[in-house]
């Protein structure tokens, strides 16, 4: 074989050599670049996975975290005191009202003790008051701690209940007091002109106000047609005793009440007791009233009652328009039949045309059906336009 063909025979080989050699690096670099890639996604999705797992956490560490915990503890806390507030309240209006009722018109007689020492108790005239109180709804307690027998004290019992949340005593002791004596007891006194300071000294010992009650004044000063022995013997004459009340109300503050028969000492002390009882309501309203500029709860002529429901209003309505000057009963009722309240007059009013409404409105001149109507008129159609809607109250309605 010639050189020059060992030659080329050479150079093909070298050349197959390197094809070969090329084509195996491609493949070498081939299944690098896909090891790397496949490397690549399995990082990215590891990657991922942590990112994802780590939100997951976030979310959970975020649901869970202590600023959400605090809030939740908080809004459970003013929940907690909105409750107890409310508990609060619904607790001092059940014992107002049950305080009310201590105080109030016909449930008070239910909590006064009238207090009478049991010499008093025994005594004939005193027959009549047990059935008396009980009537009026008092009680009657024997009390023979007075400082005199003679005296008759009262007493408010507090439930129970009010006392422990109030602090209240369960006995409250009232600043009024009788004091009960015969004639011929008085008339001894009188006499020796010891009356007035034997009544202060009394009241300064119950330390309240003290009524003097003179039971069979007119049977002591009762004189028959036929003159005896006994008749001229009358240590107090009536001028004596009436000087000796001058004197004890004037010296010791103390006023002096009669009665004859036991009848009439058992009603006295019961209405007493009553006036005593229904006093602090009394009071209370007195303070109420006296803080309006001016006083309505006397003048209570005529008056239509409106309950909390309203029932009542349509007639206080009716009964507004029917004491106008020129009204009558119809023309109420036909005003307001055609006008249900004020605020809706006082609306139409407003109108341009409200005033040629209002005075056309019919009115009955009878009860009789089919009768002939008339209009109100323009005149007091315009005069209660001024009165609904005048701006000044110093107007005068012509």
Known sequence: MSSKKKKTLNEVVDLNQDDAFDAVMALTSASSSQATSGSTRQDVSTSDSQTSSSSIGTRRK???????????????AERQAMRRKKEEKKE?????AEKNKIYKPGECMKHMTIEVHPGLSSEWYMAELPREAAR????VSSAAALCDRNLILWSRCVPTTLSDQLGLNSKEQCDRALYVQLADDVAWKVVKRELSAHVT????MAACRLTLVVFGAKDYFKTTGRKTLNSSRKMMTEIDFEMAKADLLVSAECDTVLV???NELGLLIVQFTKAIAEAPHKQ????L????EFYMRGDNKKCVRVDSNGNGLSGLWQQMVA???????????AVCAQYRSPLELYEALQSPDGVTSLAEVPIARSAVANSRSRRLGPEFARKMKTLLTAGDGNILIE
């Not at 869970?64 to 605090?70: R, T």
């Not at 009026?136 to 009680?139: C, D, M, P, S, T």
């Not at 000294?201 to 300064?204: E, G, I, L, P």
């Not at 209370?284 to 303070?287: E, G």
Request: proline content about 6%; charged content about 35%.
């Open 62 to 76: 975020s649901v869970g975290s202590p600023e959400i915990k605090g809030r939740k503890n908080d809004k459970a």
């Open 92 to 96: 001092a209006r059940a014992i107002a």
């Open 136 to 139: 009026g709804g008092a009680r």
């Open 201 to 204: 000294a009394v009241r300064d």
């Open 260 to 262: 004859e028969t036991p």
């Open 284 to 287: 209370a309203k007195r303070a």
């Open 289 to 292: 009233d006296e803080q309006a």
């Open 323 to 333: 004491i106008l000057p020129n009204s009558s009963l119809e023309t109420s009722r």
